[in-house]
């Protein structure tokens, strides 16, 4: 998917120097203008949470991170679509959605909800024909690598029109609703947090999701430690169970 030129951007607030690529990009010169904004944001959003962070735990309250906000804008960094500004409809301007968990100071469990439509008005919610009108469904969770214990962003990519694994676990969920045998209007699914996989679970499958990227906090910021942008031409689930 080719990405619109834009103006040059301001100058970065994030680090000078990014840690290389682990994987796919081979060298720092191949560094995209859409990666760096995807990290000057990740350590603006890491900066507010730290310093908004003392003062929600005196006053005894939940930190107010806006997760999903944050990821929308997140994606279109990384991707080149943009929001729909101020109108209501999807999360992006093409129709694709993107849903956010974040673990950092979480009360519950973090979870990816209302992933597949359901109970709701919208077009084709409560059937697979929902997916028709969605070209990609993003996943983006904030929490900690297990062995570092560092801050860390990850975001997998689904082409839900294409992807025929992601499709046919919906299917059996819309099946299993359709029989009585599941109740809930509400899709979740169950994010590697604090894990080094890329699988989520689900009771009506367990997948493997395609990485686009991911992120890790380094000692002046975070660092591009993955990013494979071939996921959105190719990327495709792999069933697990």
């Known amino acids: 998917m080719k990405r619109k030129t834009s103006k040059p951007a301001k100058k970065s607030s994030a680090p000078a120097d990014p840690a290389p690529i682990l994987e796919v990009v081979d060298s720092k010169s191949q560094l995209s203008q859409a990666v ?3 990290i000057e944001l990740l ?11 003392p003062y ?18 997140l994606i279109s960094a990384l991707t080149g679509i943009l929001g729909l500004k101020r109108k209501k409809g999807a999360d992006l301007e093409d129709g694709s959605d993107v849903k956010g968990a974040n673990t950092w100071g979480a009360i519950d469990t973090p979870r990816f909800n209302g992933v597949i439509k359901a109970g709701t008005k ?5 059937t697979i024909a929902s997916l028709d009108s969605m070209p990609y469904l993003f996943f983006v969770l904030w929490d ?18 294409k992807d025929t694994v992601f499709r046919n676990m919906a299917t059996t969920w819309y099946g299993k609703r359709d029989s009585g045998e599941i109740t809930s209007t509400n899709f979740q699914l169950h994010p590697p947090r604090g894990k ?12 493997e999701y395609p990485l686009l990227f991911e992120a890790r906090r380094g000692k002046a910021g975070f660092e591009c430690a993955y990013y494979k942008p071939e996921v959105l031409e190719s990327g495709q689930c792999v069933k697990i169970s």
């Not at 350590?43 to 962070?53: A, D, F, P």
């Not at 297990?146 to 029109?161: D, E, F, L, M, N």
């Open 36 to 38: 760096r904004d995807a």
């Open 196 to 207: 080094n996989t890329n699988i989520f679970t689900n009771t009506s499958g367990n997948l």
């Open 144 to 161: 900690n690598e297990p062995t570092s214990t560092k801050h860390r962003c990850r975001v997998w990519a689904v082409r839900t029109q």
């Open 43 to 53: 350590n603006l959003h890491l900066e507010m949470y730290e310093g908004v962070k």
């Open 56 to 73: 929600a735990e005196k006053y005894g309250h939940p930190h107010p991170t806006d997760t999903r906000g944050w990821s929308q804008i």
């Open 122 to 126: 919208g077009r084709g919610a409560g």
